[in-house]
């Protein structure tokens, strides 16, 4: 079973739907108030997983030069009609092709977590390398462990999830490098009863 290719035809083919399904003031989208407050205006920010960039590349256009990457062509599409102030580049978390110290931020909300955990590690240390010095990362993790789940109808299509608990997540952060600024088990706005851990790191 191809997991990766479960998600990008899920999300291509729901990208009105699930941008519907976004909302701009619940309390995950309250925590980018903090990235923003510690970064320069004209910082260069990586949105990794950013879907139609509504609601997270739009905001962060206001002040920075935003990069989206996401691997669902649909959803980048969308994203360049969206937020014509930010770049937006199809593709994959497992796979980023930025030099070292590209960017001073990242930003990553709700894609982590539809990736194989085994691959998590290796995501969390790319985005290390990326980052320059002393840069911040601001990411959604799993908060429970849950090695696989696969749904049949999330907005219509096949949806697949994986993730591990929260404690083991923030120790594979210090693993790789990054100091935990702080962290936080947030509700998902669009899933009630459902939790992530956000955690913000600096590297």
């Known amino acids: 079973m191809d997991h990766k290719e479960i998600v990008r035809a899920g999300y291509n083919a729901i990208p009105d739907d699930y941008l519907a399904a976004r909302t701009t003031d619940s309390a995950d989208v309250q925590l980018l108030d903090d990235l923003v407050q510690r970064l320069p205006q004209g910082a260069k920010i990586l949105d990794a997983g950013c879907g139609a960039g509504v609601p997270i590349a739009r905001m962060l256009s206001h002040r920075f030069q935003v990069v989206g990457v996401d691997f669902a062509e649909a959803q980048i599409e969308l994203a360049r009609q969206m937020v014509p102030k930010a770049q937006f580049v ?37 985005f290390y390398r990326v980052l320059k010095p002393s840069g911040l990362a601001l990411l959604c993790l799993g908060a429970d462990d849950l090695e696989e789940d696969m749904v049949e109808d999330y907005l219509g299509v096949r949806m697949f999830w994986s993730h591990f608990d929260a404690n083991t997540n923030l120790k594979m952060l210090t693993a790789a490098g990054f100091r935990i600024v702080w962290s936080r088990i947030v509700e998902d706005a669009t899933s009630p009863g459902s939790g992530h851990l956000f955690v913000l790191v600096r590297k």
């Open 90 to 126: 199809v593709q994959d978390l497992t796979d980023l092709s930025f030099s070292d110290s590209s960017f001073d931020a990242i930003c990553s909300y709700y894609a982590i977590i539809h990736i194989p955990r085994e691959f998590h590690e290796e995501i969390v240390r790319r």
